[in-house]
T-cell receptor, first 114, second 114 residues
Framework: GAVVSQHPSRVICKSGTSVKIECRSL??????MFWYRQFPKQSLMLMAT?????????EQGVEKDKFLINHASLTLSTLTVTSAHPEDSSFYIC??????????FGQGTRLTVV | AQSVTQLGSHVSVSEGALVLLRCNYS??????LFWYVQYPNQGLQLLLK??????LVKGINGFEAEFKKSETSFHLTKPSAHMSDAAEYFC????????????FGRGTSLIVHP
């Protein structure tokens, strides 16, 4: 089946620094990638949708200048959390869709800002 | 517009017992429906999906779900629970015929007792 690789799986950073999370589709071309945030014991909250070569579409309430999303190729999307603060600590998950009928999920990234 | 309701944030069963996780949806257009499983600190794994055709869908790990349009339901079942089934389960809906942008339920935590 289709594989989506998300890296890193865990990251700890200091407050004020930036962190980049990568999401790669390994065996298919991802025309659309999604970024989610998940709080403990809660469902996934869609942050943004990105199409290859286009600017990401952010959900209401998500700061696009804080959560920079780049989808430069059909196999790679990145999420950069800029000037991270402790409240940005969370579990971030990406997913990738090829034909629009379903998406495949990465393993998630646990971000801890200290 | 679409929404998903998962009844019961926690479901507890004994090993070997029937598993039933409930999912009801609302959608203004014919839906595609999905069940995902999430293990701790991991991404989501697709268990099964309904798009078109047979309304009883079989998935991985012995799970199955039945799409009942008249009841707007897509309940997940498994005849005999294993300890390894303990996880978080998410039901999701996306409109058919368009882009895959799912709406997730809040999740149901399955607890399996020995």
């Amino acid at each position: 089946g289709a594989v989506v690789s998300q890296h890193p799986s865990r990251v700890i950073c200091k407050s004020g620094t930036s962190v980049k999370i990568e999401c790669r589709s390994l065996d298919f071309q991802a025309t659309t990638m999604f970024w989610y945030r998940q709080f403990p014991k809660q469902s996934l909250m869609l942050m943004a949708t990105s199409n290859e070569g286009s600017k990401a579409t952010y959900e209401q309430g998500v700061e696009k200048d804080k959560f920079l999303i780049n989808h430069a190729s059909l196999t790679l999307s990145t999420l950069t959390v800029t000037s991270a603060h402790p409240e940005d600590s969370s579990f971030y998950i990406c997913s990738a869709s090829e034909r629009g009928t379903e998406a495949f999920f990465g393993q998630g990234t646990r971000l801890t800002v200290v | 517009a679409q929404s998903v309701t998962q009844l019961g944030s926690h479901v507890s069963v004994s090993e070997g017992a029937l598993v039933l996780l409930r999912c009801n949806y609302s959608s203004s257009v014919p839906p595609y429906l999905f069940w995902y499983v999430q293990y701790p600190n991991q991404g989501l794994q697709l268990l099964l999906k309904y798009t078109t055709g047979a309304t009883l869908v079989k998935g991985i790990n012995g799970f199955e779900a039945e799409f009942k349009k008249s009841e707007t339901s897509f309940h997940l079942t498994k005849p005999s629970a294993h300890m390894s089934d303990a996880a978080e389960y998410f039901c999701a809906v996306t409109p058919s015929g368009g882009s895959y942008i799912p709406t997730f339920g809040r999740g149901t935590s399955l607890i399996v007792h020995p």
